[in-house]
């Protein structure tokens, strides 16, 4: 590819992407994520993922055809590489997983990844070459279909959520496997009608299975959101007559409004600093309403006075932060 087709290809790829992670980012906001893991996340599936598939998939294409390639080959090792993130999130990194809406939140910014260098390749080669409509490969891949690779990985995201609220050895094996064969399975559809009879039944997957399935993950997402509030709403009391928080910031703490507020008028005396140490703050509370209510659920273990220990030390260093 010329360079110039790779830097058109690298802006055009951004427009969806940028879209891609506001959506997460905006999920994700009643307890943000560390920002170094969703990095690591988006890297890895924009690295590891992209460059173990593009590997795999020529090799397969090359002795099988560019069919078996796009069908078996692509669904199966790409849903693998990206899967393998959320797996070890789950079985490393555990007490970052509060459910559903964070593992939704990894499988996006993984799969943004992947499709941020997929849509440079794709888009690269179509400016470089004269048998094929560039812009139209564009608003096939950023403006028709930008959520594709996400809405298959979700999956393995909310089944990976789902394990994360479950004990037991299965639990987290069996769980993240369901995920990945409906993510392979979706993915093997989708590819297949842009193969099978020239790509003729391509409008009416993505019209009776990609749309409702993409609607029904929103609404889920939406859903578990809600639950998150009611969470939070749920403890507070409980941590301020613990001492744990002021009787005062239940208020100023169960709502984003309130939230939003309380950050604003922390920036209007001390400035980005003060913003940034009561939203951690309030981001540290956040994740102890979510673990107690995972561990009054029983669904930790004996990882439960470990965690509940070090998210207590976090809150009182927030908690001097911010003062």
Same mark, same amino acid.
């Given at each position: 590819?010329?360079?110039?087709?790779?830097?058109?290809?690298?802006?055009?790829?951004?427009?969806?992407?940028?879209?891609?992670?506001?959506?997460?980012?905006?999920?994700?906001?009643?307890?943000?994520?560390?920002?170094?893991?969703?990095?690591?996340?988006?890297?890895?599936?924009?690295?590891?993922?992209?460059?173990?598939?593009?590997?795999?998939?020529?090799?397969?294409?090359?002795?099988?055809?560019?069919?078996?390639?796009?069908?078996?080959?692509?669904?199966?090792?790409?849903?693998?590489?990206?899967?393998?993130?959320?797996?070890?999130?789950?079985?490393?990194?555990?007490?970052?997983?509060?459910?559903?809406?964070?593992?939704?939140?990894?499988?996006?910014?993984?799969?943004?990844?992947?499709?941020?260098?997929?849509?440079?390749?794709?888009?690269?080669?179509?400016?470089?070459?004269?048998?094929?409509?560039?812009?139209?490969?564009?608003?096939?891949?950023?403006?028709?279909?930008?959520?594709?690779?996400?809405?298959?990985?979700?999956?393995?995201?909310?089944?990976?959520? =789902? /394990? %994360?609220?479950? &004990? !037991?050895?299965?639990? @987290? $094996?069996?769980?993240? *496997? #369901?995920?990945?064969? +409906?993510?392979?399975?979706?993915?093997?559809?989708?590819?297949?009608?842009?193969?099978?009879?020239?790509?003729?039944?391509?409008?009416?997957?993505?019209?009776?299975?990609?749309?409702?399935?993409?609607?029904?993950?929103?609404?889920?997402?939406?859903?578990?959101?809600?639950?998150?509030?009611?969470?939070?709403?749920?403890?507070?009391?409980?941590?301020?007559?613990?001492?744990?928080?002021?009787?005062?910031?239940?208020?100023?703490?169960?709502?984003?409004?309130?939230?939003?507020?309380?950050? =604003? /008028? %922390?920036?209007? &005396? !001390?400035?980005?600093? @003060? $913003?940034?140490?009561? *939203? #951690?703050?309030?981001? +540290?509370?956040?994740?102890?309403?979510?673990?107690?209510?995972?561990?009054?659920?029983?669904?930790?273990?004996?990882?439960?006075?470990?965690?509940?220990?070090?998210?207590?030390?976090?809150?009182?260093?927030?908690?001097?932060?911010?003062?």
């Amino acid at each position: 590819m010329s360079r110039d087709a790779v830097v058109t290809a690298a802006v055009l790829a951004l427009l969806p992407v940028m879209l891609l992670i506001g959506t997460f980012l905006w999920l994700d906001r009643w307890e943000p994520e560390p920002g170094r893991n969703l990095l690591f996340a988006f890297m890895w599936g924009a690295g590891v993922a992209t460059l173990g598939a593009l590997l795999i998939n020529s090799a397969v294409g090359v002795t099988y055809g560019p069919a078996a390639s796009a069908v078996i080959s692509a669904p199966v090792v790409e849903e693998a590489l990206k899967g393998a993130f959320l797996v070890g999130m789950l079985w490393f990194n555990r007490r970052q997983l509060d459910g559903i809406v964070d593992g939704v939140v990894y499988a996006g910014m993984v799969a943004a990844g992947f499709a941020f260098v997929e849509n440079i390749l794709y888009l690269g080669r179509a400016f470089d070459s004269v048998y094929t409509d560039a812009w139209l490969t564009f608003v096939l891949r950023g403006v028709v279909t930008p959520f594709a690779h996400p809405l298959f990985t979700v999956f393995i995201g909310v089944a990976v959520g =789902l /394990a %994360a609220r479950r &004990r !037991g050895f299965w639990n @987290a $094996v069996l769980l993240p *496997a #369901a995920g990945y064969v +409906v993510a392979v399975a979706l993915h093997a559809l989708w590819n297949g009608a842009a193969v099978w009879d020239d790509g003729s039944a391509f409008f009416s997957i993505y019209f009776l299975v990609m749309v409702p399935l993409f609607v029904g993950m929103v609404v889920l997402a939406l859903w578990k959101r809600r639950r998150e509030r009611r969470i939070v709403a749920e403890q507070l009391p409980r941590f301020a007559a613990a001492g744990w928080i002021g009787a005062d910031e239940v208020a100023w703490l169960s709502s984003m409004r309130a939230r939003r507020r309380w950050r =604003l /008028a %922390a920036g209007a &005396r !001390g400035g980005r600093s @003060a $913003v940034r140490a009561v *939203a #951690a703050y309030q981001t +540290v509370v956040t994740e102890l309403a979510f673990l107690s209510d995972r561990i009054s659920r029983g669904m930790v273990g004996h990882d439960a006075p470990r965690w509940h220990a070090e998210v207590m030390h976090e809150l009182a260093a927030a908690r001097c932060g911010c003062r």
